[in-house]
Every structure is written in structure tokens, then in C-alpha cells.
């Protein structure tokens, strides 16, 4: 029989549900369960894909394709279980899903309601999560209780465990336990009101996580204990990570969260608590042997979520190396203003990420410009591949025209182009080259040597390509096509052989990166960085001790 565990957030957003779910995830995995992560998210879009990284942080892909919530990210970073279409819905998808059957008439004629048809839907795709082959689902419910549009979502969860056996359920409520610099204390009334919201929609949690930046007092968890009526144990404290957010799942184990779940669920089969690779990874974080700077450039450096999953693969393959990376977020734009002297000169590396649209494009291929002539390690992704291509075709080929077709439909030299069967797409959702594709590599390029097979499976989300009527001239300048699809037909990755490290790739390796198996390219360019940093301090000591 498969457990279920419903995570909730109250008091305020942000609170780190994402995380705090994946860590549980995580330490349920480490103890030897097969563990399945779902995220069910309140808003109306029937699809995230088209949602802006201002508002929503960055769209995570999932190798079917699936454009999803940033959360599903920390999900497959954190657990191994592969992430699919029915483990993020929104609101909108329920009501569609819904309504579709209405038009169907699949209710016969009934009054269609929230109660049951919205709820029964919401049900059956957390059903769908179990099975034979996993012990746990756990599902987040975006948003925070007192909301109007996760009410659904909470009345759905509150008759599930009426339909499974309330032994087979564990809620828990993710809290905010502030501190008031004032009084000099940290006030509990916000999750008394938080779970008493809770308790009036009839879910009674079984665990409150409780964030906070301050320790909780033995007298602080019994006064939260008695008022939301759960035992004084399961009141878990969660303190601020300053640090890095690889120590939520050590901070949860010290407070015996793993312990206390399968004890509530009745885990039988749940091995001893293996942490080891996790404390390990935590040393090399604390103990760096180098530091470097990696500059980020992209048009939507202010937002913090936006380029998410890139920030953590460049530090997952910081902990690699053993060297702590500071990033720098450069705008794009800004360097069209400033120039790229006095912005990226101190970099030990250039990275430049996906994205839509023309603002900002100039700047890119400015930056790539910059790291190809002086020979600073550059690794582009997606639209950075393309903007790698631009400048090649412009400035070692001379074509000046060259550009993509996204941003300039007549251009004279439209290097980067769509692909003759997408030339009539109109419509903005579900139109792209979405998911895991495959790929070859050339065994002898930076790519094949840092992957160390020949064909690779990388998930794509973008809708132009590298223009092949191209592809000889650029090959006789000297860009090297290390990665095509397997039929030849579509450029993956190029290079510069005569750089140090110049590698750009048509896919976004960044979702497939983990903090304890770093992505192979993004552990390949920090190593070249280290080793550009290293050589320049080299020469800077030199120079320092002439003069
Ligand atoms: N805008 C480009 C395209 O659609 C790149 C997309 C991306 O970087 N994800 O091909």
C-alpha cells in the first residue's frame, strides 16, 4: 500500500516547500524507500511553459518534455526517481481536465461542482502517483493555506485520507515562526493561526515544520505542541541556512524528522539512515581548495529564480572540484552600456544561458565575443549557443549580418533559422523542440571527452536551430560540430578547438545536474576555470616579485 505525505505552507510564501519536501524525499530514499515527488500548483495557467521567469522563476524541463514548476527541480536534484507529466498540475489543467469531460458529457448531465468533480479530479492524479513499485508519493500544494484557490486542493487532500485510511497519510504544515527584535522573542501565534485555518477546513496536521531564524525553546515547541494539538515531537524546528541549502536534509535529520515520519506511516520496511555522501559534500563545500568567479550574462540576471537550475549545476560542479564559485548575475543589457572591460574582465569563466526574445541579445554576443578573444572559458546554453554562432559568423567570418532569425526575419545571413516544418507555427504554447532528444559526440572534441561516451540524451526546449546550409563554411573557419542529433541532421554542440574551453550546446544540460554527480560540461568548464584562474595567479605573482 502506498503512503502518502501532503505538504502544506501557511503564514507566508517562500518559505522553502520545494526544498523541505525534497529533503524529505531524499532522506526517505537514503533509508532505502522508493520515494515519488508530486507538486500541485493553485494558479489558473493550464501551462507554466508560458509563464515568465519574472514572475515564476525559471520553467523546468522534464525529459517527456513537460515544462513545469522550478520546484520539480530541487525534486530531481535531491531524489532519483524521474519526474513526468503527472507530477506537477495547476488549477488550470484540473478545470480543463474537467470541463473536457463536461463537453463530453462523460457526468450525464449532472450539476458539475468543486464538490465532487474538481476535488474528485484533484484525487485521481494523486492516486495515479502510487502503485506496487513506490512506498511513498509526497505532494506539495503550492501556495499558502488561507488562499482562496487552494481550497480545492486542501478539501481534496482532507477527503483523500477518508478514501485511503488515515494511517496511510501524514500531513505536514511548513510554518513561519518569526523573531521580534522588539520583544527579543520568536512569536508562535502565526502557526496557531496558520493550523487553525488548517483545522477548520478539517485537516488536522500530524508534523508542523516550523522555520525559523532563531532556535525554537523546549517552552516555545510545547506552547505550538498544545495549541495546534499535535505532540511536542513531531513540532520540528527548521533554521535559516545561511550557508547552503545542502544542509535542510542534515538539519531535518538532527531534528528526527526521518524518524518521525516513518514511525506515523508505519515504514517497516525503512533501512538505517545512510547520510555519508551528503556530510561529505558538505565538507568539500566547507573546505574549498580554490575559489573562482563565474559570470553569468543574461536578461533576466536581477530575478534570483530565473536561471535556478544553471546557479546550482555551476555549484554542484563547484563541490566537484572542491572549489567554492562566486557568481556574478550580469544583465545582459548592461553590457551593452558599459562594455564588457569593465564588467566581465575579472571573470574566471562566461556562461551564457537560455532564453526568449531580443532584449539583451546584443550584450550576449558581446560577452561571448569577450571570452572567445581572450580565451576565458565560455560555456553557452541554448539561445547562448546561438548567440555563440552569431558572433562567430560575424566577427571571424565576417558576415556581418549574421543573425537568427528570431530577431531578425530578413536577415542576409540567418545562421540560426527555424526549421522548415516549424516556418507556419503562429500559436506560443507547445510549439518548441521539447524534452530529452538524444545526441552523438565526437569522441576526440571537449564535449566527448568531458561526457566520456559517444551519445548522450539531453533535454531541449527552443524553437530555432542551427542553419546546416551554414555548417560547411563555419567548419572551414574553424568551429568544430562536436554533437549532432544522430541522423546528423541538427547541430548540438560547437566548439573552438584553438580555445581553452569554448564549448556551446543546443540543450539545457542544467536540469540534468546533481549535487552529488555533477552535470559532465558544467564540471568541465569550472575545472577550466579553476585552471585559468590558477595560471593567472601564476603570472600575477610573477609579476608581482619583478617589480
Ligand atoms: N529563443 C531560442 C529558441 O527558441 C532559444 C531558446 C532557449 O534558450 N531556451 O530557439
Known sequence: MTKHIFVTGGVVSSLGKGLTSASIGMLLEQRGLRVRMQKLDPYINVDPGTMSPYQ?????????????????????????????????????????????????GQFLGKTVQVIPHITNEI???????????VDVVIT????????????????????????????????????LVPYLKAADELKTKPTQHSVGQLRMIGIQPDVLVCRCEHSISRDDR????????????????EKDKDFSIYEVPLSLVENKLDELVIKKLGLTSAKPLDISPWTDLLHRL????????????????????????????????????????????????????????????????????????????????????????RGIPFFGICLGMQCAVIDYGRNVMNLEAAHSSEFDKDTQHPVICLLDEQQNVTQMGGTMRLGSQPAKLDPESVAGKAYGVTEVNERHRHRYEFNNTYRESFEAAG???????????????????????????????????KPLQAHPLFAGFVGAAIERHQSRSTKDGLGVSSR
Open 123 to 133: 484525487k485521481s492524479v494523486v492516486k495515479r502517483m502510487g502503485g506496487d513499485d
Open 140 to 175: 506539495e500544494i503550492g501556495g499558502t493555506v488561507g488562499d482562496i484557490e487552494s481550497l480545492p486542493f486542501l478539501e481534496a487532500i482532507r477527503q483523500f485520507s477518508l478514501d485511503v485510511g488515515r494511517e496511510n497519510v501524514l500531513y505536514m504544515h511548513l510554518t
Open 479 to 513: 568551429l568544430k560540430f562536436s554533437g549532432t542529433s544522430p541522423d546528423g541532421g541538427l547541430v548540438e554542440i560547437v566548439e573552438i578547438p584553438a580555445h581553452p574551453w569554448f564549448c556551446a550546446v543546443q540543450f539545457h544540460p542544467e536540469f540534468k545536474s
Open 286 to 373: 566547507r573546505n574549498p581548495h580554490h575559489e573562482i568567479s563565474i559570470a553569468v550574462v543574461g536578461k533576466y540576471a536581477e530575478h534570483k529564480d530565473a536561471y535556478k537550475s544553471i546557479y546550482e549545476s555551476i555549484d554542484h560542479a563547484g563541490m566537484h572540484h572542491q572549489a567554492q564559485v562566486r557568481i556574478g548575475r550580469i544583465q545582459s543589457a548592461d553590457i551593452e552600456r558599459e562594455g564588457c572591460e569593465r564588467l566581465l574582465s575579472g571573470y574566471d569563466g562566461i556562461l551564457v544561458p537560455g532564453g526568449f526574445g531580443e532584449r539583451g541579445i546584443e550584450g550576449k554576443v558581446q560577452a561571448v565575443k569577450f571570452a572567445r578573444e
Open 56 to 104: 515564476h522563476g525559471e520553467v523546468y524541463v522534464l525529459d517527456d518534455g513537460s515544462e513545469t514548476d522550478l520546484d520539480l527541480g530541487h525534486y530531481e536534484r535531491f531524489t532519483s526517481g524521474l519526474l513526468s507529466r503527472d507530477c506537477n498540475y495547476t488549477t488550470g489543467q484540473i478545470y480543463l481536465s474537467v470541463i473536457e469531460k463536461e463537453r463530453k
Open 222 to 237: 510545547e506552547k505550538i505542541a498544545l495549541f495546534c494539538n499535535v505532540p511536542v515531537e513531531a513540532v520540528i524546528e
